[in-house]
C-alpha cells in the first residue's frame, strides 16, 4: 500500500505537534482531517483571559497517533481566500 500523501495543511499540523510533544516529526501518524465550523475565532481552544470574535470560522480538526495517544490541532481554513492560516495544537479545549 502507498504512503498516504500529506497536505501542506497536514505537514504544518504535524511540525506544530510534533515541537509541542518534543517528538521526531515522523512518528506522529495522521488518523483523520476533518472539515469543521468552529463556533468562534478561538478555532475550539480557548485561551484564558483571552477574548475571541464570535463568528463561525471554518476549518479543519486534524487528528495524529503518537505513542498510543491521538493529539489533535485545530485550524482556521487555508483556501487563500481570507486571513492566513492558523493553527493551535488542542487538548481539552486548551490551546498549546
Do not use: K, N
Not at 28 to 37: G, K, M, N, T
Not at 60 to 69: D, L, N, P
Amino acid at each position: 500500500m502507498p504512503p498516504q500523501t500529506v497536505s501542506d495543511r497536514q505537514e504544518q499540523a504535524r511540525l506544530l505537534l510534533a515541537d509541542r510533544l518534543s517528538a521526531p516529526v515522523d512518528s506522529l501518524a495522521l488518523v483523520s482531517d476533518e472539515p469543521v465550523s468552529w463556533s468562534d475565532a478561538s478555532l475550539g481552544c480557548p485561551e484564558e483571559g483571552m477574548a475571541y470574535a464570535q463568528v463561525i470560522t471554518p476549518g479543519h480538526r486534524i487528528t495524529f497517533s503518537y505513542q498510543g495517544e491521538r493529539y489533535e490541532v485545530h485550524t482556521s481554513r487555508d483556501d487563500g481566500a481570507g486571513p492566513q492560516l492558523r493553527m493551535v495544537s488542542c487538548e481539552g479545549g486548551t490551546s498549546y
